[in-house]
Structure formats: structure tokens, C-alpha cells
T-cell receptor
Framework: AQSVTQPDIHITVSEGASLELRCNYSYGATPYLFWYVQSPGQGLQLLLKYFSGDTLVQGIKGFEAEFKRSQSSFNLRKPSVHWSDAAEYFCAVSGGSQGNLIFGKGTKLSVKP | EAGVAQSPRYKIIEKRQSVAFWCNPISGHATLYWYQQILGQGPKLLIQFQNNGVVDDSQLPKDRFSAERLKGVDSTLKIQPAKLEDSAVYLC???????????????FGPGTRLTVL
């Protein structure tokens, strides 16, 4: 069965520091992978997605993610975090023809000034 | 382009009462999803529509939840009767047509936060 694991429930980083959020997935074939961000009281906004090709994908707001098939991972990175990045981040996988998304439990990011 | 619209944004009800949520997807999006997001968890699919037909409702608690999309555009999700464990954010999402470049992307509405007391 498809599943997504985000091992870190809550991460705190200092403003200006680098960030890496971990995501591991379980899927039998090549998955479609997504990172979404959710600010308090808001819906989900897509940061980036991987379907095929270059395993390093660039997204909005300076985020990037790297697909590593051998590790079944799709970690999200940002070189310098801004206070406005404080939010909850969800990794998701989709592989069926229906396009259903399976989400991880999310990682809450706090940013220290 | 207008995004996915949902209403109400917040709802508080007593257990055993009924409640309905409304979603209007992005124009031209034939596929519509309802997700339930319990506090501290990621969204979980409840039901998927393709136009006015149900594609997947395997995770919908059908004894109390129902959903419809009669004209293939907007959709309503209903809970009757509500239980305490139904407290969650209910997210609606829509997906572009198959011939578009972002076909595999889902666009989410702001959600409806339901509190059952």
C-alpha cells in the first residue's frame, strides 16, 4: 500500500539558516511526489512536484527537493529560511490513475528570529 | 483565474446534529475531491468525483457522510448525525483536465473547520 512518512513532527530553525524536511514514501512504481505548505487557517499550496526527469526540482519561494529512488526519499530543502516560512509542510504521493493523493502527517516548521 | 471556493469557513455544531459543506471548484475542472484533515494529521481522501459520478468513495463513512455533485460543477458534503470525532478541517480540491500540463496537480480550497461539541 502507498504511504508517506515524515519523521519530524516539529522543527525549529533560526532565520537565515538552512532547512531540510524529510519525506520517505512507499510505492510500487515510480510515484508522483509533491510538497505542499499550509499556513494557519489556509488551504494547501503546492510548493513543487516531481513526475520524472531531473531528480532535483525547483519550486516556489526558493524551495527545492531531490528525488532519490534508492532511498525512497523526497526531501525538501531551502538554503536560507525566512520568518514567513513558518507553516506546516506536507509531503504527498500519487500514483494511481485516479490521481489520489496520500499525505504524510506533516512537519511543523517554526522560525526563530 | 478564481480558485476553489468553500463555505462556510467555520462551523460549530452539537453532536448528533447535521451539517453541510459546499465547494465550487475551478472552472473547467471535472475532477473534484473531498479530504478530511484531523488536527495533527495529513489530509485523508473521503471521496472523488469525475463530473457528476463518484470515482472513489471507499474511505467515506457512508453511515453518516454523504456527498453529491449533481450538475458536475459544485459539490456538497453532508454529515448526519455528527460525532465528536468528525471535528476536522474539510478540504475540497479540484484537478485540471487531462490535456493540460498540470493534470496531475490538485488545487485546494481554504477548507471548512468543523468543531463538534
Amino acid at each position: 500500500a502507498q504511504s508517506v512518512t515524515q519523521p519530524d513532527i516539529h522543527i525549529t530553525v533560526s532565520e537565515g539558516a538552512s532547512l531540510e524536511l524529510r519525506c520517505n514514501y512507499s510505492y510500487g512504481a515510480t510515484p508522483y511526489l509533491f510538497w505542499y505548505v499550509q499556513s494557519p487557517g489556509q488551504g494547501l499550496q503546492l510548493l513543487l512536484k516531481y513526475f520524472s526527469g531531473d531528480t532535483l526540482v525547483q519550486g516556489i519561494k526558493g524551495f527545492e527537493a531531490e528525488f532519490k529512488r534508492s532511498q525512497s526519499s523526497f526531501n525538501l530543502r531551502k538554503p536560507s529560511v525566512h520568518w514567513s516560512d513558518a507553516a506546516e509542510y506536507f509531503c504527498a504521493v500519487s500514483g494511481g490513475s485516479q490521481g489520489n493523493l496520500i499525505f504524510g502527517k506533516g512537519t511543523k516548521l517554526s522560525v526563530k528570529p | 483565474e478564481a480558485g476553489v471556493a468553500q463555505s462556510p469557513r467555520y462551523k460549530i455544531i452539537e453532536k448528533r446534529q447535521s451539517v453541510a459543506f459546499w465547494c465550487n471548484p475551478i472552472s473547467g475542472h471535472a475532477t473534484l475531491y473531498w479530504y478530511q484533515q484531523i488536527l495533527g494529521q495529513g489530509p485523508k481522501l473521503l471521496i472523488q468525483f469525475q463530473n457528476n459520478g463518484v470515482v472513489d468513495d471507499s474511505q467515506l463513512p457512508k453511515d453518516r457522510f454523504s456527498a453529491e455533485r449533481l450538475k458536475g460543477v459544485d459539490s456538497t458534503l453532508k454529515i448526519q448525525p455528527a460525532k465528536l470525532e468528525d471535528s476536522a478541517v474539510y478540504l475540497c480540491a479540484s484537478r485540471p483536465p487531462v490535456w493540460t500540463s498540470d493534470y496531475n496537480e490538485q488545487f485546494f480550497g481554504p477548507g471548512t473547520r468543523l468543531t463538534v461539541l
